[in-house]
């Protein structure tokens, strides 16, 4: 392939203490616990509203709080929640505390949050790169409609995801999964007759709520028909009678690749037609269906990963192994999708694990900080962690740490752990 070279300027139009890329779970939580520890805040974001995968993916329900009926994750992510709630957004599901939810109430609630902090939203802004003086990055890279733009910051927190930005900063990365979990293009149905369907609500413990039934009539017309590969049938309700998110599409392929999204996207909105089609006249519940929209964009389970400090394991996550810089706790089971088939993995927790600090960081990396499903774990703990409540924790903790650097004006890993874990607990998150 041909390079061409390019040179254009960027407008310098911020400078903040913390600037977040990203305004998903992970990104607008860490954004609003640094702008509380007196930091100024920005958070710059592809889409012109907050939530990540579960606006921009419509992935529901919001998984989980608990473990054995017990709350492991709290503070900020846990305000979001009641907030949500009170605004009649959001029903939690008890006992394992999934939270079925409005994705446009979310959108209004996390804005709400955010903006009541104090952060400068920077919508509409594509992260495309960022300036560094050896390790240290001094300004991130945008592009607007305005043509190219920049901020500077003191300290930079990557919740894009996709660790796009420790990526433009050279950061080393894990070898990517092989296969990586397929994405899946999720949609919102109308007209269903929700009442037939029990597992649209996420209240049973330890069992994978994907819907058996429907992929056995699933499995036996893939057999005879040849119709698209699906993973579950899961399904959410969105608050308002009728509706309903489902995830059921599946593509395999790597969503950093400019080509393979292309694809998911263009084979997805083929899939999702004929999979509503394929409900409504196999399922009863399903009979007087429409569908109302599919999510902005396909939905990503797995991409980069950071070779952060320290990777958490598969199996110190089992075995909940204590850490002492603990910053956050896990209740997800460990849940990996097949790639290439309809299956998934699922092993449910014993015990709540305990996440490190040193999993947020990279050495010889002073400013930055990287929570979110790219942080630093192994295949199978990150199989658990990726899920929305988890990454809230881990942008809590990404966006405390921030503000007591700013304060202490020290590196990323030279902050006070039990400063920073004394911080945390204060603010009602669940270390011990
Ligand atoms: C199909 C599917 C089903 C899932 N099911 C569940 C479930 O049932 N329950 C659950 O809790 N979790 C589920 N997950 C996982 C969960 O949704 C994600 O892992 C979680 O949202 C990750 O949060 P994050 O903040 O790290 O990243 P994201 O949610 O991906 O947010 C990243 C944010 O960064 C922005 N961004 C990315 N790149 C750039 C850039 N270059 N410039 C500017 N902005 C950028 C994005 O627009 C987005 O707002 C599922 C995921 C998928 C894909």
């Known amino acids: 392939m041909k390079k061409i070279e390019i040179f254009e300027q960027a407008m310098i139009v911020g400078n903040y203490d913390v600037v977040v890329c990203g305004g998903g779970p992970a990104g607008f939580i860490a954004a609003i616990a640094a702008a509380r520890g007196g930091a100024s805040v920005a958070i710059v974001e592809q889409y012109g509203f907050l939530g990540g995968m579960a606006t921009a993916g419509l992935v529901a329900p919001i998984s989980r709080f608990n473990l054995k009926g017990r709350r492991m994750i709290g503070g900020i992510p846990w305000e979001f929640i009641e907030r949500l709630k009170e605004m009649g957004g959001a029903i939690v599901e008890n006992p394992p505390g999934n939270i079925s939810f409005m994705p446009e109430k979310y959108k209004l609630i996390a804005q709400r949050l955010v903006l009541e902090a104090g952060v400068d939203l920077y919508f509409h802004c594509y992260l495309t790169g960022c300036l560094k003086k050896d390790n240290e990055i001094t300004h991130?890279?945008?592009?607007?409609?305005?043509?190219?733009?920049?901020?500077?910051?003191?300290?930079f927190i990557d919740c894009t995801g996709d660790a796009d930005l420790a990526w433009?900063?050279?950061?080393?990365?894990?070898?990517?999964?092989?296969?990586?979990?397929?994405?899946?293009?999720?949609?919102?149905?109308?007209?269903?007759?929700?009442?037939?369907?029990?597992?649209a609500h996420?209240?049973?413990?330890?069992?994978?709520?994907?819907?058996?039934?429907?992929?056995?009539?699933?499995n036996e017309l893939r057999e005879k028909e040849g119709i698209p590969l699906f993973g579950g049938p899961w399904y959410s309700s969105m608050i308002e009678e009728g509706y309903l998110a489902v995830n059921m599409t599946r593509f395999s392929g790597d969503m950093t690749k400019v080509t393979d999204m292309t694809n998911a996207e263009c084979?997805?909105?083929?899939?999702?037609?004929?999979?509503?089609?394929?409900?409504?006249?196999?399922?009863?519940?399903?009979?007087?269906?429409?569908?109302?929209?599919?999510?902005?964009?396909?939905?990503?389970?797995?991409?980069?990963?950071?070779?952060?400090?320290?990777?958490?394991?598969?199996?110190?996550?089992?075995?909940?192994?204590?850490?002492?810089?603990?910053?956050?706790?896990?209740?997800?089971?460990?849940?990996?999708?097949?790639?290439?088939?309809?299956?998934?993995?699922?092993?449910?927790?014993?015990?709540?694990?305990?996440?490190?600090?040193?999993?947020?960081?990279?050495?010889?990396?002073?400013?930055?900080?990287?929570?979110?499903?790219?942080?630093?774990?192994?295949?199978?703990?990150?199989?658990?962690?990726?899920?929305?409540?988890?990454?809230?924790?881990?942008?809590?903790a990404a966006g405390t740490s921030a503000a007591l650097c700013v304060k202490d004006n020290c590196s990323v890993d030279d902050v006070n752990v039990e400063s920073l874990r004394e911080k945390l607990i204060s603010m009602g998150a669940i270390l011990d």
């Open 168 to 199: 433009y900063a050279d950061v080393p990365m894990q070898p990517k999964s092989n296969p990586l979990q397929p994405a899946s293009l999720c949609f919102c149905l109308g007209g269903v007759d929700t009442a037939k369907l029990p597992l």
């Open 140 to 155: 991130i890279i945008f592009h607007t409609k305005e043509g190219m733009q920049s901020i500077t910051g003191r300290y």
């Open 202 to 218: 996420h209240n049973l413990d330890t069992t994978n709520m994907h819907d058996v039934s429907i992929q056995n009539v699933l």
């Open 267 to 396: 084979t997805l909105h083929e899939d999702v037609f004929r999979m509503v089609e394929l409900l409504k006249e196999h399922v009863d519940a399903f009979k007087n269906a429409f569908l109302v929209t599919t999510a902005p964009q396909v939905g990503i389970r797995e991409t980069r990963r950071i070779k952060g400090a320290y990777i958490l394991t598969g199996q110190d996550y089992v075995e909940g192994r204590r850490f002492p810089d603990a910053i956050s706790r896990g209740c997800h089971p460990i849940d990996i999708h097949h790639a290439d088939n309809t299956r998934q993995n699922v092993t449910f927790l014993e015990k709540s694990p305990y996440i490190p600090y040193r999993t947020l960081y990279v050495p010889a990396y002073p400013n930055l900080l990287v929570p979110g499903r790219c942080f630093s774990a192994d295949e199978t703990a990150s199989a658990s962690v990726r899920v929305q409540a988890s990454v809230m924790g881990l942008g809590q």
